[in-house]
T-cell receptor, first 112, second 119 residues
Framework: TQLLEQSPQFLSIQEGENLTVYCNSS?????LQWYRQEPGEGPVLLVT?????EVKKLKRLTFQFGDARKDSSLHITAAQPGDTGLYLC????????????FGGGTRVLVKP | ETGVTQTPRHLVMGMTNKKSLKCEQH?????MYWYKQSAKKPLELMFV???????ENNSVPSRFSPECPNSSHLFLHLHTLQPEDSALYLC??????????????????FGPGTRLTVL
Protein backbone atom coordinates (compact mmCIF):
# COMPACT_ATOMS: atom_id res chain seq x y z
CA THR A 1 0.00 0.00 0.00
CA GLN A 2 1.36 3.37 -1.01
CA LEU A 3 1.46 6.19 1.52
CA LEU A 4 0.03 8.54 -1.11
CA GLU A 5 -2.59 7.29 -3.55
CA GLN A 6 -3.23 9.28 -6.69
CA SER A 7 -6.33 8.95 -8.80
CA PRO A 8 -7.04 8.48 -11.54
CA GLN A 9 -3.88 6.83 -12.84
CA PHE A 10 -4.62 8.00 -16.36
CA LEU A 11 -6.84 10.71 -17.79
CA SER A 12 -7.49 11.52 -21.43
CA ILE A 13 -9.57 14.59 -22.26
CA GLN A 14 -10.23 17.02 -25.09
CA GLU A 15 -8.78 20.49 -25.17
CA GLY A 16 -11.03 22.91 -23.31
CA GLU A 17 -12.37 20.39 -20.81
CA ASN A 18 -11.74 20.54 -17.07
CA LEU A 19 -10.04 17.86 -15.01
CA THR A 20 -9.28 17.07 -11.39
CA VAL A 21 -6.51 14.88 -10.00
CA TYR A 22 -6.63 13.58 -6.43
CA CYS A 23 -3.92 12.73 -3.94
CA ASN A 24 -5.12 10.88 -0.85
CA SER A 25 -3.62 9.44 2.29
CA SER A 26 -4.67 8.24 5.72
CA UNK A 27 -1.66 10.07 7.17
CA UNK A 28 -1.15 13.73 7.99
CA UNK A 29 1.51 15.70 6.14
CA UNK A 30 3.19 18.96 7.10
CA UNK A 31 3.18 19.99 3.45
CA LEU A 32 2.33 18.66 0.05
CA GLN A 33 3.98 19.41 -3.25
CA TRP A 34 2.73 18.98 -6.81
CA TYR A 35 5.12 18.33 -9.69
CA ARG A 36 4.63 17.93 -13.43
CA GLN A 37 6.91 15.70 -15.44
CA GLU A 38 7.03 15.83 -19.22
CA PRO A 39 8.38 12.99 -21.35
CA GLY A 40 12.16 12.81 -21.28
CA GLU A 41 12.45 15.29 -18.44
CA GLY A 42 12.58 15.32 -14.66
CA PRO A 43 9.69 16.51 -12.46
CA VAL A 44 9.26 20.26 -12.10
CA LEU A 45 7.69 21.73 -8.96
CA LEU A 46 4.35 23.47 -9.53
CA VAL A 47 3.29 24.40 -6.00
CA THR A 48 3.71 23.65 -2.31
CA UNK A 49 0.74 23.77 0.08
CA UNK A 50 1.33 23.85 3.83
CA UNK A 51 -1.85 24.97 5.59
CA UNK A 52 -4.98 22.83 5.98
CA UNK A 53 -7.71 24.16 3.69
CA GLU A 54 -5.23 26.21 1.68
CA VAL A 55 -6.08 26.96 -1.94
CA LYS A 56 -3.44 28.14 -4.41
CA LYS A 57 -3.96 29.17 -8.00
CA LEU A 58 -1.41 29.07 -10.78
CA LYS A 59 -3.10 30.43 -13.92
CA ARG A 60 -5.58 27.70 -14.90
CA LEU A 61 -4.39 25.32 -12.17
CA THR A 62 -6.02 25.30 -8.72
CA PHE A 63 -4.46 23.36 -5.87
CA GLN A 64 -6.19 22.56 -2.61
CA PHE A 65 -4.87 21.05 0.61
CA GLY A 66 -7.46 19.21 2.68
CA ASP A 67 -8.51 20.64 6.04
CA ALA A 68 -6.95 17.66 7.83
CA ARG A 69 -3.79 17.84 5.68
CA LYS A 70 -4.29 14.26 4.51
CA ASP A 71 -5.26 14.92 0.93
CA SER A 72 -4.93 17.35 -1.92
CA SER A 73 -6.42 18.01 -5.32
CA LEU A 74 -5.31 19.64 -8.53
CA HIS A 75 -7.95 21.11 -10.81
CA ILE A 76 -7.18 22.30 -14.32
CA THR A 77 -9.66 24.56 -16.07
CA ALA A 78 -9.94 24.61 -19.85
CA ALA A 79 -7.07 22.17 -20.33
CA GLN A 80 -4.64 22.70 -23.19
CA PRO A 81 -2.34 20.23 -24.97
CA GLY A 82 0.56 21.86 -23.14
CA ASP A 83 -0.90 20.52 -19.87
CA THR A 84 -0.12 16.97 -21.00
CA GLY A 85 2.25 15.22 -18.64
CA LEU A 86 2.66 13.14 -15.50
CA TYR A 87 1.37 14.90 -12.39
CA LEU A 88 2.99 13.82 -9.14
CA CYS A 89 2.08 14.70 -5.60
CA UNK A 90 4.67 14.42 -2.86
CA UNK A 91 4.12 14.58 0.87
CA UNK A 92 6.51 15.78 3.54
CA UNK A 93 6.50 15.32 7.27
CA UNK A 94 6.71 12.65 9.95
CA UNK A 95 4.36 10.31 8.13
CA UNK A 96 6.85 10.23 5.30
CA UNK A 97 9.81 9.71 7.63
CA UNK A 98 10.81 13.35 7.11
CA UNK A 99 11.54 12.52 3.49
CA UNK A 100 9.66 13.59 0.39
CA UNK A 101 7.39 10.67 -0.49
CA PHE A 102 5.79 10.57 -3.92
CA GLY A 103 2.45 9.25 -5.09
CA GLY A 104 2.20 6.97 -8.10
CA GLY A 105 1.33 9.81 -10.46
CA THR A 106 -1.51 10.66 -12.81
CA ARG A 107 -0.79 10.65 -16.50
CA VAL A 108 -2.81 13.37 -18.25
CA LEU A 109 -3.29 13.53 -22.01
CA VAL A 110 -5.01 16.58 -23.47
CA LYS A 111 -5.97 16.03 -27.08
CA PRO A 112 -6.27 19.00 -29.45
CA GLU B 1 16.82 24.60 -17.79
CA THR B 2 16.67 23.53 -14.15
CA GLY B 3 20.35 23.84 -13.35
CA VAL B 4 20.75 20.10 -12.81
CA THR B 5 22.37 18.11 -15.59
CA GLN B 6 22.73 14.37 -15.96
CA THR B 7 24.85 12.24 -18.26
CA PRO B 8 24.41 10.06 -20.11
CA ARG B 9 20.75 10.56 -21.01
CA HIS B 10 20.44 6.97 -22.19
CA LEU B 11 22.45 3.89 -21.23
CA VAL B 12 22.20 0.27 -22.28
CA MET B 13 24.36 -2.19 -20.39
CA GLY B 14 24.77 -5.89 -19.90
CA MET B 15 24.51 -7.52 -16.50
CA THR B 16 28.28 -7.92 -16.23
CA ASN B 17 29.16 -4.34 -17.20
CA LYS B 18 30.31 -1.55 -14.92
CA LYS B 19 29.08 1.95 -15.69
CA SER B 20 28.58 5.24 -13.90
CA LEU B 21 25.88 7.90 -13.99
CA LYS B 22 26.88 11.51 -13.44
CA CYS B 23 24.92 14.42 -12.04
CA GLU B 24 26.01 18.03 -11.71
CA GLN B 25 24.10 20.89 -10.12
CA HIS B 26 24.81 24.55 -10.84
CA UNK B 27 22.47 25.96 -8.20
CA UNK B 28 24.78 26.20 -5.21
CA UNK B 29 22.69 23.70 -3.27
CA UNK B 30 24.00 21.70 -0.34
CA UNK B 31 22.04 18.46 -0.84
CA MET B 32 21.81 16.00 -3.70
CA TYR B 33 19.61 12.95 -4.24
CA TRP B 34 19.29 9.86 -6.41
CA TYR B 35 15.81 8.61 -7.25
CA LYS B 36 14.64 5.61 -9.24
CA GLN B 37 11.51 5.89 -11.40
CA SER B 38 10.11 2.62 -12.70
CA ALA B 39 7.00 2.01 -14.72
CA LYS B 40 3.97 1.50 -12.48
CA LYS B 41 5.85 2.35 -9.27
CA PRO B 42 6.15 5.65 -7.41
CA LEU B 43 9.35 7.63 -7.51
CA GLU B 44 11.71 5.93 -5.03
CA LEU B 45 14.37 7.77 -3.05
CA MET B 46 17.68 5.89 -3.16
CA PHE B 47 20.37 8.07 -1.59
CA VAL B 48 20.73 11.51 -0.03
CA UNK B 49 23.94 13.48 0.37
CA UNK B 50 24.24 16.64 2.42
CA UNK B 51 27.52 18.56 2.29
CA UNK B 52 29.08 15.46 0.67
CA UNK B 53 28.01 13.22 3.55
CA UNK B 54 25.60 10.40 2.85
CA UNK B 55 22.62 10.93 5.12
CA GLU B 56 20.25 8.39 3.64
CA ASN B 57 20.55 4.97 2.07
CA ASN B 58 17.05 3.72 1.44
CA SER B 59 17.89 -0.01 1.56
CA VAL B 60 19.46 0.09 -1.86
CA PRO B 61 21.28 -3.06 -3.09
CA SER B 62 25.07 -2.84 -3.01
CA ARG B 63 25.25 -3.14 -6.80
CA PHE B 64 24.42 0.59 -6.71
CA SER B 65 27.27 2.62 -5.24
CA PRO B 66 26.95 6.40 -4.87
CA GLU B 67 29.81 8.87 -4.73
CA CYS B 68 29.70 12.56 -3.90
CA PRO B 69 33.17 14.15 -4.30
CA ASN B 70 31.85 17.67 -3.69
CA SER B 71 28.54 19.44 -3.20
CA SER B 72 28.09 19.98 -6.95
CA HIS B 73 28.72 16.49 -8.27
CA LEU B 74 27.06 13.16 -7.63
CA PHE B 75 27.78 9.81 -9.22
CA LEU B 76 26.00 6.49 -9.20
CA HIS B 77 28.31 3.58 -9.95
CA LEU B 78 26.60 0.51 -11.35
CA HIS B 79 27.89 -3.06 -11.45
CA THR B 80 26.33 -6.49 -12.02
CA LEU B 81 22.87 -5.03 -12.43
CA GLN B 82 19.73 -7.04 -13.06
CA PRO B 83 17.12 -6.49 -15.78
CA GLU B 84 14.66 -5.30 -13.11
CA ASP B 85 17.03 -2.38 -12.45
CA SER B 86 16.02 -0.91 -15.80
CA ALA B 87 14.41 2.44 -15.00
CA LEU B 88 14.77 6.20 -15.21
CA TYR B 89 17.34 7.38 -12.68
CA LEU B 90 16.77 10.93 -11.56
CA CYS B 91 19.14 13.22 -9.73
CA UNK B 92 17.87 16.16 -7.71
CA UNK B 93 19.34 18.90 -5.56
CA UNK B 94 17.99 21.23 -2.90
CA UNK B 95 19.08 23.77 -0.34
CA UNK B 96 18.38 22.11 2.98
CA UNK B 97 17.80 24.65 5.71
CA UNK B 98 19.28 23.63 9.09
CA UNK B 99 16.62 23.18 11.70
CA UNK B 100 13.72 23.14 9.27
CA UNK B 101 11.33 20.37 10.27
CA UNK B 102 11.41 17.57 7.75
CA UNK B 103 14.86 18.23 6.39
CA UNK B 104 14.37 16.67 2.98
CA UNK B 105 11.16 18.49 2.23
CA UNK B 106 12.55 21.68 0.75
CA UNK B 107 12.04 22.26 -2.95
CA UNK B 108 13.95 19.74 -5.00
CA UNK B 109 15.17 20.50 -8.50
CA PHE B 110 15.41 17.49 -10.76
CA GLY B 111 17.67 16.70 -13.66
CA PRO B 112 16.33 15.18 -16.89
CA GLY B 113 17.26 11.66 -15.84
CA THR B 114 19.21 8.77 -17.32
CA ARG B 115 17.12 6.10 -19.00
CA LEU B 116 18.89 2.82 -18.08
CA THR B 117 18.23 -0.47 -19.81
CA VAL B 118 19.87 -3.61 -18.44
CA LEU B 119 19.98 -6.52 -20.88
Amino acid sequence: TQLLEQSPQFLSIQEGENLTVYCNSSSVFSSLQWYRQEPGEGPVLLVTVVTGGEVKKLKRLTFQFGDARKDSSLHITAAQPGDTGLYLCAGAGRAAGNKLTFGGGTRVLVKP
Amino acid sequence: ETGVTQTPRHLVMGMTNKKSLKCEQHLGHNAMYWYKQSAKKPLELMFVYNFKEQTENNSVPSRFSPECPNSSHLFLHLHTLQPEDSALYLCASSQQVPGLAGGYTDTQYFGPGTRLTVL
